[in-house]
C-alpha cells in the first residue's frame, strides 16, 4: 500500500495536544513525531488542522435491509465519513430484524464492498426484537456482530434480559439497552412537562427512562456483569448511573448531541424535525447530560442516527417517525457545544467519540499510537459553518440543526491509511 504522510498538523492525543507529522504505512501509524519524511510517500499538508483518531460511532441506524428509502449502507456511510466518523455499528431494526447470522453476513459484506467507513453489525438481543425469546446470539457473533441490543424497544421481560446479558458475557461481548418503559411512556410523543402541555402534545415522563435504566442497573451489578446503557437523556438517569459507578457497577452510558444542544422549547415550532425517542428534555436534564459527560459519569457521545423519508416528517407531530439524521452535524455540534463551551477539553472529546467507543466494544482503533490502524478524522476546529441539511449525503435530511451557526469542519477521512473522504476545496 501507499505511504501517506500526514505533514504540520496538531495531533490529538490522550495527554493533549502536540505538533507532529504523521508516517501512515500498510495501513497503519508507523511513526508520529517531528520533522517526519519518507521517500515515494503521498504527502497530506495538514497545517492548521487538527488530527483526531477516527470517530467511532456505538449506534446508527443503516436501514438496510428492508428501509433503503430510508437509507442504506452505501449512503449511511458516505455520510458517516462526511462527518469523521471510521468505523459506526448498526442497529439491529431492519427489516428482516437482524436477528440471524445470515443477516450479520450480510451487513458485513455490503459494508466491504462500499469500502468507506468500517460497518459493525449490532445483533438483535431476541427474535424479531419482539423480546420473547433469545436470538442466535453466537452465530451472529461468529459472522460478526459487535454487541447486541433491541435498540427502539427495551427488552421489558427482566429474565429473558438478564438472560441477553449472561450469554452476550459469555462470547465476549456485551448488551446496549434502549431503556424505556412503555407503560409509562404510554404513546407520548414529547418530554412530560409544562411545553408539552402548552403545545397539546402527550408527554413522556422522565420516570419513563429512569426506571427501566434502574433496572439495567441492578441485573448488572447482580449478576457482575457488563452492560452498556443507549441515548441518555434525563438528570435521573445521570445520576443513577453515577451512583452505580461510585458503587463499583460495570456499567457504561451514552448519550446524543441533542441532548446537551436542545431542550423542549424547540418543539412550540410543531417541527417534527424535534421528534426523537427519548425525547428532547429541560434545560436542567440538559446542564446534567453536561455534568455526566465531564465527570465520566457518561462514556461516550453517539449520532443515533436515524434518518427518514421526508413524507415521514412531513405529517403531524404525533404521526411522524422518531429520529434524528446525525452523522454528519454530530462532530461540529459537540466541538461547539462542549469544547468552546467550556465543558470538555478537546482531548477529552476525542476519548467520548474515538477511545471509549473501541474500549466498550473492543474495537481496533480510537488513539493515536504508532502501530495502530490508521483510521484518523482531521478537522479545522477554527472553521464556521452554517448547518445546511441540503447539504447533506445521507438520505435522511431529517435535522433540527438546520441554520445552526458551529464550529469544526471535517476536511479528511482517512480509513486504514486511505483517504475515504476529503472536504479541503472548503
Same mark, same amino acid.
Given at each position: 500500500?501507499?505511504?501517506? *504522510? ?68 452505501? !449512503? ?12 459506526? /455499528? ?38 424479531? %426484537? ?18 447486541? !441490543? ?5 427488552? !421489558?421481560?427482566?429474565?429473558? *434480559?438478564?438472560?441477553?446479558?449472561? &450469554? ?10 434502549? /431503556? ?13 412537562? &409544562?411545553? !408539552? ?23 448488572? %451489578? ?7 446503557? /443507549? ?68 462514556? /461516550? ?33 459537540? &466541538? ?24 466498550? *466494544? ?18 479545522? *476546529? ?45
Amino acid at each position: 500500500m501507499k505511504k501517506l *504522510l500526514i505533514k504540520g498538523g496538531t495531533a490529538v492525543l490522550p495527554q493533549g495536544c502536540a505538533a507532529c507529522d504523521i508516517l501512515v504505512e500498510n495501513g497503519k501509524i508507523a511513526q508520529i513525531g517531528q520533522g517526519l519524511s519518507a521517500a515515494g510517500a503521498q504527502v497530506l499538508d495538514a497545517a492548521g488542522l487538527h488530527v483526531f483518531p477516527g470517530l467511532i460511532d456505538l449506534h446508527v441506524h443503516l436501514r438496510e435491509p428492508g428501509f433503503e428509502y430510508k437509507e442504506d449502507i452505501a !449512503s449511511g456511510s458516505a455520510a458517516a465519513v462526511r462527518g469523521g466518523f471510521t468505523q459506526v /455499528c448498526c442497529m439491529p431494526n431492519t427489516s428482516p430484524v437482524c436477528d440471524n447470522a445470515a443477516i450479520v453476513s450480510y451487513i458485513v459484506q455490503r459494508g466491504r464492498e462500499v469500502g468507506l467507513c468500517k460497518v459493525r453489525p449490532v445483533g438483535a438481543m431476541t427474535v424479531g %426484537e419482539r423480546g420473547e425469546s433469545l436470538a442466535e446470539m453466537g452465530k451472529m457473533k461468529d459472522a460478526g456482530a459487535v454487541a447486541f !441490543s433491541d435498540d427502539g424497544k427495551p427488552v !421489558s421481560d427482566s429474565r429473558i *434480559l438478564r438472560l441477553a446479558m449472561e &450469554y452476550a458475557s459469555g462470547f465476549g461481548t456485551l448488551t446496549l439497552s434502549h /431503556c424505556e418503559d412503555k407503560a409509562l411512556a404510554d404513546g407520548g410523543v414529547v418530554n412530560e412537562g &409544562y411545553n !408539552s402541555t402548552l403545545a397539546g402534545l402527550k408527554g413522556i415522563p422522565r420516570a419513563a427512562e429512569e426506571v427501566d435504566v434502574a433496572r439495567v442497573i441492578l441485573l448488572a %451489578e447482580t449478576l457482575g456483569l457488563r452492560a452498556h446503557i /443507549c441515548h441518555v437523556s434525563t438528570r435521573g438517569a445521570v445520576q443513577l448511573l453515577r451512583e452505580a459507578k461510585a458503587r463499583g457497577v460495570r456499567v457504561t452510558a451514552e448519550t446524543c448531541p441533542h441532548y446537551f444542544t436542545l431542550t423542549d422549547d424547540a418543539i412550540a415550532s410543531f417541527d417534527a424535525n424535534t421528534k426523537v425517542n427519548p425525547p428532547l428534555r429541560e434545560q436542567a436534564d440538559v446542564e446534567a447530560v453536561k455534568a455526566g459527560l465531564a465527570d465520566g459519569t457518561l462514556d /461516550c457521545i453517539v449520532t443515533d442516527h436515524a434518518p427518514h423519508h421526508a413524507d415521514e416528517k412531513n405529517v403531524e407531530y404525533n404521526l411522524a417517525a422518531f429520529g434524528i439524521s446525525g452523522l454528519e452535524t454530530s462532530f461540529a455540534l459537540s &466541538y461547539t457545544a462542549l469544547v468552546r463551551g467550556g465543558v470538555l477539553r478537546i482531548e477529552q472529546l476525542a476519548e467520548k467519540m474515538s477511545a471509549a467507543p473501541a474500549r466498550i *466494544l473492543g474495537l481496533e482503533g480510537g488513539v493515536l499510537e504508532e502501530g495502530a490502524a490508521a483510521d484518523l478524522m482531521l478537522a479545522d *476546529l477554527q472553521e464556521k459553518f452554517v448547518i445546511d441539511p441540503s447539504e447533506f449525503v445521507s438520505k435522511g435530511k431529517n435535522t433540527p440543526f438546520a441554520g445552526r451557526e458551529v464550529y469544526g469542519r471535517v476536511k479528511y477521512t482517512i480509513v486504514d491509511g486511505a483517504v475515504k473522504f476529503s472536504n479541503k476545496k472548503q
